[in-house]
């Protein structure tokens, strides 16, 4: 599903731009602009003004320290019970954003338990926002508890800390399929694939570079970006065959290497419909992501 933009009214533009510039400001004034942006939330009775606080909230939050960072999440799943779906898909969105590359183990658990009560939300985009990111949380959840466990394991070798951090940046499509779903179906993908490689910590979204650099240092980590497309998806008779390709760039986002990943899906018995067809290319999709990320596998083998 892909994420409403919402158009600024010129009449809040300047409020806007302000919000912009607390978000960048220095340091030492955080706990103010985070207090003065939680109470704007709670009491602006404009829904778009509350939109955009929330999004200010999320731009600082991506770089916040723990106490920081928790104020900021519980005011975000408090605006998920605004009276206003805007504002409640704005909140489950930054939730969902943070969830992906932010939020620590100890974090993830309330707002997985947040998003699964949008559930019951009277509002359609609301509830379909919430219930596709639950999967990915959850999958990220597990790794960030093994990896505290010391429980992620190769092959019974033993634990295999963290190396690499993979940051999936967003991913074209180029294929012609005729459907606009494929690039956050591949994107979607390679998160999930990436998180079975050992040594390798996935992330769906991309940091900025002097952070990426800050995080990279305290962690004794090195990290790639993914960048690419999907360059074809094909059918010949009861076969359909999907070609990903992907550029891998380091953290300052210099090119690294090239690969590509091909993948088919092939009905056994029958004919392959057309109400077939969307399944099929989506099979051959993940099967393009899996065989792209195996050569990455394999490029990062050769780097330890």
């Known amino acids: 599903m892909r994420v409403k933009r919402m158009r600024v009214p010129p009449a809040i533009v300047g409020w806007v731009v302000a919000a912009a510039a607390l978000a960048s400001a220095a340091p030492a004034g955080a706990d103010e602009r985070v207090a003065y942006l939680i109470e704007t939330i709670e009491e602006s009775l404009n829904y778009r003004v509350r939109v955009q606080t929330i999004q200010s909230l999320e731009q600082i939050a991506v770089t916040a320290s723990a106490d920081t960072l928790g104020p900021i999440v519980e005011a975000l799943k408090k605006a998920l019970r605004d009276t206003n779906a805007l504002v409640r898909y704005a909140?489950?969105?930054?939730?969902?954003?943070?969830?992906?590359?932010?939020?620590?183990?100890?974090?993830?658990?309330?707002?997985?338990?947040?998003?699964?009560?949008?559930?019951?939300?009277?509002?359609?985009?609301?509830?379909?926002?919430?219930?596709?990111a639950l999967t990915g949380l959850r999958t990220r959840l597990g790794q960030l508890q093994a990896a505290v466990s010391g429980s992620a394991t190769s092959g019974g070798a033993g634990p295999v800390p963290a190396k690499f951090y993979v940051a999936v940046g967003p991913?074209?499509?180029?294929?012609?399929?005729?459907?606009?779903?494929?690039?956050?179906?591949?994107?979607e993908y390679f998160v999930a694939e990436l998180a079975s490689v050992p040594g390798v910590e996935p992330h769906a979204e991309v940091p900025a570079i002097d952070a990426f650099e800050?995080?990279?240092r305290r962690r004794s980590l090195t990290g790639f970006v993914l960048q690419g497309s999907v360059v074809e998806m094909s059918r010949d008779g009861n076969a359909v065959s999907a070609t990903v390709s992907i550029l891998v760039l380091d953290h300052q986002h210099n090119l690294r290497v090239m690969l590509r990943g091909q993948?088919?899906?092939?009905?056994?018995s029958g004919a392959l419909t057309d109400a077939d067809l969307p399944g099929a290319q989506v099979d051959a999709l993940r099967a393009a992501v899996r065989a792209s990320v195996a050569s990455l596998a394999g490029y990062l083998r050769g780097l330890r």
């Open 91 to 132: 909140a489950a969105s930054s939730l969902i954003g943070l969830g992906r590359s932010t939020l620590r183990s100890t974090d993830l658990p309330g707002v997985i338990g947040a998003l699964e009560a949008l559930a019951a939300d009277p509002d359609p985009d609301v509830k379909m926002l919430a219930g596709d």
């Open 171 to 187: 991913l074209g499509d180029s294929s012609g399929a005729g459907r606009d779903d494929l690039d956050d179906l591949a994107r």
């Open 214 to 216: 800050r995080e990279l």
């Open 263 to 268: 993948g088919n899906a092939i009905r056994r």
